[in-house]
């Protein structure tokens, strides 16, 4: 019997899987909260729901989403046929026998969620690779699982009592995070469940209930786990933690990334001129000011890189004054509605898209609304543009820190400047990110210069698969 077995035949055996699972319930009604908080703005319509169990979230997304069709999947057969009983309904209801690790679907699906099964997984990483490619463009997954700091009393009357504890290691909230795809934007979010149970004894046996038993360690003998019982009654009132990690991850719209500065002039407009001729990609510029000085990014990208007309995006709004496009805005007695920000028809098949911010992530767009907004929304993976000289390594760390608080993949830095190795190596250690290039000072700036700036650049695919 394979592992997999195993986990399922304990799950098939778990007849009183309601009475005792307390925390999943818990868990399956908060993700169904956030779910909820993330689709104000787009109903899913085609839900994908991995390790159903009893349907704890299953009746939470009916609730929440009456039209939406979704498919309840779950690895033990038992377990959907207790879904079935519980919800005679069938309407927009398909439950599907499948292991989330080997999907069997093709989707897409504007939503696939999970509560409390994604710790079962053998390799969360590659399955939310497969899972993610399931997705529609701009769809989002959201799961639930066990972090770091779970069960830590249970695991204390182990160690109390010498015993090696079987209970596996949960990761951190930083595994989960360099675990999502590159074809989106995730977070990861922490909280701690406290459960008191009866005593240990019932805690024993309501894991046999739900089904949750199965250890890939050696199980502690009769004897050692009287020890271990034993020494869990000197904690009175006896209580179990769970630290219980919610993810959202939403997919990107289309292949691509999203250039942004940790400053102002620090030659984003020429690094992006640089990535749209090395990889053959569209360019699109979403809010363009600085139009009475100078001519706007959208012509220099065109003149730089020799973009072909149809593969320049035009700008959602175009402002003449030099200033944040919020202000610039202001200036021309109106204000922009980042819901009204258009996107552009790009179709993932022609390649790559690069997006070219305004300024640095904090730069303000709207009221209550920075350019790293803009960025989670689009969900595309950022190359940040840095100076090489005096003050990049500041600069850059907390542009970093910024990208990484909001969930936003960095695909990596670009220095701009004399190559200063120090900054550099400071940099790569301590922002945890590689530098894509150091592009050298060029003048006079022309196509040319683009030309021979590109062979700086590794190929799309060299980029991206290096980082899956």
């Known amino acids: 019997m394979t592992r997999k077995d195993s986990i399922a035949a304990r799950f098939d055996a778990a007849r009183d899987y309601d009475q005792a699972a307390r925390v999943q319930r818990i868990a399956a009604g908060e993700l169904a909260r956030r779910i909820a908080q993330s689709c104000t703005h787009a109903t899913p319509l085609r839900i994908l729901e991995i390790g159903c169990g009893t ?85 989002q997954m959201a799961f639930t699982t066990l972090c770091a700091g779970s069960f830590r009393q249970w695991r204390d009357a182990y160690a109390r009592a010498g015993v090696t504890c079987p209970v596996p290691s949960y990761p951190p909230l930083a595994t989960l995070h360099e675990e999502w795809p590159l074809s989106g934007a995730g977070l990861w979010q922490e909280a701690e469940i406290v459960d008191s149970p009866a005593s240990p004894l019932e805690f024993v046996r309501e894991l046999a209930a739900i089904g949750a038993s199965y250890t890939d360690h050696r199980p502690a003998t009769g004897s050692q786990l009287r020890r271990v019982l034993a020494a869990a009654h000197s904690n009175d009132p006896f209580a179990v933690s769970y630290h219980v990690a919610y993810g959202q991850f939403r997919r990107a719209l289309w292949p691509g990334v999203f250039v942004t500065g940790t400053d102002t002039d620090v030659g984003k407009t020429v690094t992006a001129a640089t990535l749209v001729r090395a990889w053959g990609a569209a360019y699109w510029k979403p809010l363009q000011s600085g139009t009475d000085d100078a001519p706007s990014d959208s012509t220099t990208i065109r003149a730089l890189s020799g973009i072909d007309a149809a593969r320049l995006y035009p700008p959602a709004a175009t402002f003449g004054a030099s200033l944040s496009p919020e202000d610039a805005a202001r200036q021309a007695h109106t204000r922009i509605n980042p819901a009204d920000i258009g996107l552009p028809p790009h179709d993932a098949a022609r390649g790559p898209l690069v997006v070219e911010g305004a300024g640095g992530v904090f730069v303000p767009i709207a009221e209550n609304y920075l350019m790293i907004d803009l960025m989670v929304r689009l969900a595309l993976p950022v190359v940040l543009v840095a100076r090489s000289q005096l003050g990049t390594i500041n600069h850059t760390l907390l542009s970093l820190a910024a990208l990484r608080a909001r969930g936003l993949r960095v695909l990596g830095v670009i220095l701009n400047g004399p190559p200063e190795p120090i900054g550099r190596n400071a940099i790569e250690r301590h922002g945890r990110v590689r530098i894509l290039a150091e592009l050298p000072p060029t003048d006079p700036m022309g196509p040319d210069a683009v030309r021979q700036l590109a062979t700086h650049i590794s190929s799309w695919t060299d980029v991206t698969d290096s980082v899956q």
């Open 55 to 139: 349907g704890f979230l299953t009746r939470e997304l009916r609730r929440l989403f009456p039209d939406a069709h979704i498919t309840a999947t779950d690895i033990a057969p038992g377990m959907l046929a207790r879904l079935a009983a519980r919800i005679p309904d069938r309407e927009r209801l398909t439950l599907h026998r499948m292991d989330a690790e080997q999907p069997d679907l093709t989707g897409p699906f504007d939503l696939i969620c999970s509560s409390l099964a994604m710790q079962w997984f053998e390799n969360r990483a590659r399955t939310l690779d497969l899972l993610a490619s399931l997705l529609a463009p701009g769809g």
